[in-house]
């Protein structure tokens, strides 16, 4: 069974790129999920799919703790997880063509104004992250609030690699709309009303990318 140590792994060192191949001890799939919180959706993925390789984001230490915890007393051994600044990350770290799937929920929406600057999804990460993505990959978002969804929507229509899909996908995790992470069913009891969005990645210039809710 893996230890907390085993999944629990440093971020790369100044000037590496991350080496999934040497992360997992093989060269498979690989999906990554930033802001993981304490790790039920990456869990449930990496019990249900033993063949796919799993890499969780999250920067609060005592949370990603529980995760790793989490992870190694149900022995999956398909999940390695990162304490770090994901989009540093992403712009600095992160190989072309690695991911498969990139798993973004309820991401810091950072409600004021002067703080919007700090927001994660901004045009130079989804550059970077759709350079991450393997021809095909997909990524999908989800939100409770509006007003960073509408930026959310914007940026990932102005990425011209990108084309819409459905969100719901069975195959990612996505059953009947429901993801079930911790924010999700909070949110959902609470009666927010919630946003997303998916897109794959193409080669070639797509149009525009509408979503709904």
């Given at each position: 069974?893996?230890?907390?140590?085993?999944?629990?792994?440093?971020?790369?060192?100044?000037?590496?790129?991350?080496d999934?191949?040497?992360l997992?001890?093989?060269?498979?799939?690989?999906?990554?999920?930033?802001?993981?919180g304490?790790?039920?959706?990456?869990?449930?993925?990496?019990?249900?799919?033993?063949?796919?390789?799993?890499?969780?984001?999250?920067?609060?230490?005592?949370?990603?703790r529980?995760?790793?915890?989490r992870?190694?007393?149900?022995?999956?051994?398909?999940?390695?997880?990162?304490?770090t600044?994901a989009?540093?990350?992403?712009?600095?770290?992160?190989?072309?063509?690695?991911?498969?799937?990139?798993?973004?929920?309820?991401?810091?929406?950072?409600?004021?104004?002067r703080?919007?600057?700090?927001?994660?999804?901004?045009?130079?990460?989804?550059a970077?992250?759709?350079?991450?993505?393997?021809?095909?990959?997909?990524?999908?978002?989800?939100?409770?609030?509006?007003?960073?969804f509408?930026?959310?929507r914007?940026?990932?229509?102005?990425?011209?690699?990108?084309?819409?899909?459905?969100?719901?996908?069975?195959?990612?995790?996505?059953?009947?709309?429901?993801?079930?992470?911790?924010?999700?069913?909070?949110?959902?009891r609470?009666?927010r009303?919630i946003?997303?969005?998916?897109?794959?990645r193409?080669d070639?210039?797509?149009?525009?990318?509408?979503?709904?809710?």
């Open positions: 069974m893996p230890t907390v140590e085993e999944i629990l792994v440093p971020a790369p060192e100044p000037g590496h790129l991350l999934p191949a040497r997992f001890g093989n060269d498979r799939p690989l999906e990554m999920e930033i802001g993981v304490k790790g039920g959706f990456l869990l449930r993925r990496a019990r249900e799919y033993p063949e796919i390789n799993f890499l969780g984001i999250e920067w609060a230490n005592k949370i990603i529980y995760a790793a915890d992870m190694a007393r149900w022995g999956v051994a398909n999940v390695r997880l990162i304490r600044d989009r540093h990350l992403m712009l600095h770290h992160m190989p072309a063509d690695c991911l498969t799937v990139l798993h973004i929920y309820h991401p810091d929406p950072w409600p004021k104004k703080h919007h600057k700090r927001r994660l999804i901004q045009p130079d990460f989804m970077a992250a759709v350079r991450a993505l393997v021809p095909g990959g997909r990524i999908a978002v989800q939100t409770d609030h509006a007003e960073y509408e930026q959310i914007a940026v990932i229509a102005a990425e011209t690699r990108l084309v819409p899909v459905s969100f719901e996908d069975a195959q990612t995790g996505v059953v009947e709309g429901r993801i079930e992470t911790n924010f999700e069913i909070k949110y959902l609470e009666g009303k946003f997303r969005i998916a897109a794959i193409q070639s210039p797509a149009g525009g990318l509408s979503a709904g809710s």
